[in-house]
């Protein structure tokens, strides 16, 4: 199981890497960091379409494979996403999700985002192996460079 665990954090730093390398105009140009509620309380980052997050829980990282406007007016423009994405949890489970939430900029370079996660979670410790769904939940901060 460790084989997995490395596999999974070194995908997930190679993709952050690629939406850094993504982001225009130099290495922290359009990324946005922040804080929020994730994997636990968590330091949470995106760049382009690539979403990340480290907390005392564990790590997730997920791809925002659609993302369109809410039109809602000019002043708080939200944009609603869907996406894809892992997660590894610390104690050595792991799964898949697919985060569904909005985002809006409330002060300039400011936003907050907020997003229902169904999960599939593949339980590590139990001596069956099992498997269950969840229903997540995340929110947050972030500051945009």
Excluded: C
């Excluded at 995908?11 to 994997?39: R, W, Y």
């Excluded at 792991?94 to 370079?109: D, M, S």
């Excluded at 229902?116 to 995340?138: C, K, Y």
């Amino acid at each position: 199981m460790n084989i997995i665990k490395v596999a999974v954090l070194s995908i997930i730093g190679a993709l952050m890497f690629v939406g850094s390398v993504q982001a225009e105009g130099g290495a922290l140009k359009g990324m946005k960091l922040g804080f929020g509620f994730d994997q636990g309380f968590s330091v949470v980052g995106s760049a382009g379409k690539i979403y990340g997050a480290l907390g005392d829980k564990g790590v997730a990282i997920d791809y925002h494979i659609k993302k369109g406007d809410l039109k809602l007016g000019e002043k708080l423009s939200p944009v609603w996403f869907i996406g894809g994405g892992g997660f590894v949890e610390w104690d050595g489970d792991f799964g898949v999700r697919l985060p569904i939430g909005a985002e809006v900029y409330f002060a300039k370079r400011i936003d907050a985002y907020a997003a229902f996660i169904p999960r599939l979670r593949f339980n590590n410790n139990d001596t069956n192996n099992s498997s269950d769904f969840g229903l997540d939940f995340a929110i947050g901060v972030r500051y945009t460079f």
